[in-house]
């Protein structure tokens, strides 16, 4: 009987996963598939209607936002691509469409992070007015105009940064400053190793280690040596040359952008009771199921059985961190490294060249 009982709810548990999951699918639709709407107040911007590779991408008319009564309309003048922007494009790792959507994207705009000057205010917003030059991070920055939550990600730019850098600090620096901070609790005097310290994370990583008064030691391709060296780093580790994980050093911080390198190698120059913190790692062809999140799963399973904290931090952007960060660059401490700029008409090369993981810092989109 009780088995019976148990294969029963067993059973109920199946139709009941089956129905959902027809549900999110039947409701994963978006606006592409409704009648033209006619538009009363026109701007550009990149969106797509299916996921897909940057082919899918299209540059073209939609509705100018309206601020809602807490929200502050930005002029976009130029926004950055972060791999953030291919996942969401391309809908992978598959598990994530559970909630962007199963069948074809829910939010047809892309990008996060951006830089501009605000328009226009909500009758309630208090810490911003129309004029005041901002960078934040808000969905669909691949645009002429956003709305954002004047208490959300956006902070006034420093005055000695062009729109261009203020662009690209948002989802890397943010990324850059919690895995650093939260992730590997680095304190003054430990040492730290970065893994792909070229990146558009890792150029933010050593000048924030810095900061902290750490003993950073970046690891790069030959042609970012010099680069990394510039930007403040004690020590250059070229990967193409020496292999990092083979080395006498030990680390009381690892910060991996790259994920190159499995767990165990990585624990092996790692100090007793040091961090290893993963960032992300692999290209838009790599584990298209659950992707990066195998070896996040990994690490917190080994953090189970060794002395080492092994995870992962995932960046949340807020406007306490972006404001600390505006602090560093207003004071000189952090600059913002730009690779290639590329017009919103050509989101599509950007997204290519990021994919192709070759970028040395950031690649920002320059907004008409």
Same mark, same amino acid.
């Given at each position: ?48 209607? /299916? ?33 953030? /922007? ?45 004029? #005041? ?14 709305? +954002?939550?004047? #208490? ?58 810095? =900061?902290?008064?750490?003993? +950073? =030691?970046?690891?790069?391709? =030959? ?12 020590? +250059?580790? /070229? ?45 838009? #062809? ?62 599509? #090369? ?12 950031? +690649? ?5």
């Amino acid at each position: 009987m009780r088995l019976k009982r148990v294969a029963g709810f067993g059973a109920v548990v199946v139709v009941l996963a089956m129905l959902a999951f027809a549900v999110a699918w039947w409701r994963s639709d978006n606006v592409c598939s409704g009648p033209a709407v006619a538009l009363t107040q026109p701007m550009k911007a990149v969106t797509y209607c /299916d996921y897909g590779t940057a082919d899918a991408l299209h540059y073209g008319d939609i509705e100018k936002p309206v601020p809602a009564n807490d929200e502050v309309l930005v002029r976009v003048r130029a926004a950055a691509a972060n791999p953030l /922007d291919w996942h969401y494009l391309r809908g992978t790792p598959y598990l994530m469409r559970m909630g962007t959507g199963l069948r074809r994207p829910k939010e047809i705009r892309l990008g996060v992070d951006f830089a501009g000057t605000v328009e226009a205010v909500g009758k309630g917003v208090t810490r911003f007015k129309p004029g #005041d030059e901002v960078l934040g991070g808000r969905t669909g920055a691949f645009a002429q105009y956003v709305t +954002v939550k004047q #208490d959300r990600a956006i902070v006034a730019k420093p005055a000695n940064l062009s729109f261009e850098q203020a662009a690209g600090v948002g989802v890397a620096a943010v990324t850059a400053l919690q895995g650093l901070r939260d992730g590997g609790k680095l304190r003054a005097g430990q040492t730290v190793l970065i893994n792909g310290a070229s990146g558009g994370v890792g150029t933010y990583a050593v000048q924030i280690a810095k =900061t902290f008064g750490a003993n +950073v =030691t970046g690891v790069c391709s =030959t042609r970012n040596v010099e680069l990394v060296r510039s930007l403040g780093a004690d020590t +250059v580790i /070229d990967y193409k040359t020496t292999d990092y994980t083979q080395g006498t050093q030990k680390y009381d911080v690892i910060l991996d952008n790259v994920g190159n390198r499995s767990l165990a190698e990585n624990r092996r120059v790692l100090k007793p009771g040091g961090r290893y913190v993963l960032i992300g790692g692999g290209g838009p #062809d790599n584990g298209r199921w659950i992707g990066p999140m195998i070896k996040p799963i990994g690490a917190a399973v080994t953090s189970w059985f060794v002395s080492q904290h092994m995870g992962m931090v995932l960046a949340e952007l807020n406007q306490k961190d972006l404001n600390e960060l505006a602090r560093l660059m207003a004071d000189g401490k952090v600059t913002p490294v730009i690779d290639r700029t590329y017009p919103l008409e050509e989101l599509p #090369d950007a997204i290519r060249y990021l994919e192709s993981s070759r970028a040395r810092g950031k +690649v920002i989109i320059t907004v008409p």
